[in-house]
């Protein structure tokens, strides 16, 4: 037998080490995703509240209350 042989256990081990590993990468990267998803949702919303906040002091929004007089 060649002095530079691997045995199949090795081989095997090293492959379930690297199976076992991509998969914590990918529940990271999946969890990435949903944060990152949810950073945007969150974005988005603030976005729109600072707009109906806006119209109303700026004279374009349907506003319920008394406009303020300068």
């Known amino acids: 037998m060649p002095t530079d042989a691997v045995s199949l256990d090795f081989l095997a081990k090293q ?22 998803s949810a ?12 707009g109906e906040l806006r119209a109303p002091i700026a004279g374009n929004g349907n506003s319920t209350r008394p406009e303020l007089s300068p």
């Open 39 to 50: 950073n945007y949702e969150l974005t988005r919303r603030v976005a729109r509240r600072q």
């Open 15 to 36: 492959a379930k080490l690297n199976l076992d590993e991509l998969r914590v990468v990918r529940k990271e990267i999946a969890e990435m995703m949903r944060l990152i």
